[in-house]
């Protein structure tokens, strides 16, 4: 099969595509053709190895000393169950799926195996494999991060880098959990964010939110550039800040795949994509997911 390796750490350059063997799935595990994946921010952190110091080290051991251990990226995909181990209850050959690979990544490549129990379910009905692939990294993440901040029905939620894969989730569940939503992104995705939902918008290059009089129970910054010393004057007495930086990794789990399954068929979620690339292409969307002015996905096409 053909997949995408990241040969050492560095350039969007060290990606090769290359014939690689075709896995075969153990007794526990589904066979998956993989129709898209997506080029994440956290594929673009590991190729080029961007770690803070202190975690430099540790990571380098977890991770791989001279290059990634797990050389094929990729940590969210849809596509096609192809064979199923004999142990295997919840899924069928033909079954269409989407999923998180996590740490042990595989998802640029045209097959992977899984575990059946893993972080996959059913792919939502109403949506292609490339939009189904764009839902699990942001959704989740935003899911994970908005309970942290014990989100609530009728707070004020401000979402810091709303139009990114994670923040443009938030703003969709942020409304799902009955809130009133601030959004902050560049003067370029204003209205894209108005249309996932948010009620009032903000751009960052000509205002500083920090220094308004709205006060929030909830600031979540989903792109890591905010602080809480600095969003401390914008919280609400008991208000909490939320971020994906530096507040742990966001938990995965099947039971949010599947409730974000039932948001996006019932119609109150949909993915945001960006661009679309074809596997070897992937060099070039690492580069442009680097440069940090996304929307939403970038989306990888497979087959």
């Known amino acids: 099969m053909k997949a995408v390796l990241c040969t050492k750490y560095g350039s969007p350059q060290v990606l090769i595509l290359q014939q690689v063997p075709k896995p075969a799935p153990k007794e526990n595990e589904v066979l998956i053709k993989i129709h898209a994946t ?13 770690s803070p110091l202190l975690y430099w080290l540790p990571m380098r051991i977890f991770l791989g000393i001279r290059r990634p251990r797990k050389p094929i990226l990729g940590v969210e995909l849809a596509g096609v169950v192809e064979e199923v181990g ?31 129990d ?47 894969a994670v923040g443009s989730a938030a703003v969709q569940l ?22 996932l939902g948010a009620d009032h918008v903000v751009d960052y290059t000509i205002e500083d939110f920090t220094n308004s009089n709205n006060k929030y129970d909830i600031i979540f910054d989903a792109v890591g550039k905010a602080s809480t010393s600095k969003c401390q004057n914008a919280l609400k ?11 742990g990794i966001a938990k995965e789990r099947t039971e949010d795949l599947e409730f974000l399954k039932e948001r996006i ?39």
């Open 38 to 50: 997506t080029v994440t921010s956290g594929d673009v952190r590991v190729r080029g190895f961007k």
């Open 237 to 247: 007495t008991n208000g909490k800040f939320v971020t994906v930086d530096g507040q």
């Open 174 to 195: 942020a409304k799902y959990f009955d809130t009133e939503v601030t959004a902050v992104c560049g003067p370029t995705n204003l209205e894209l964010v108005k249309s």
């Open 86 to 116: 004999q142990r295997v209850t919840r899924f069928k050959k033909g079954d269409q799926v989407y999923a998180m690979t996590g740490m042990r990544f595989g998802a640029h490549a045209e097959y992977t195996c899984l575990r059946e």
């Open 118 to 164: 893993g972080i996959v379910t059913h792919k939502p009905q109403n949506v292609t494999f490339e939009e189904a692939a764009a839902i699990p990294f942001g959704g989740t993440s935003a899911l994970h991060f908005l309970r942290k901040g014990k989100i609530q029905s009728g707070q004020n939620v401000l979402i810091y880098g709303a139009s990114g």
């Open 265 to 303: 068929e019932s119609g109150q979620m949909k993915p945001v994509i960006d661009r679309y690339y074809k596997l070897d292409q992937i060099s070039i969307a690492h580069e442009y997911v680097e440069t940090g002015r996304k929307k939403g996905s970038v989306v990888i096409r497979v087959v």
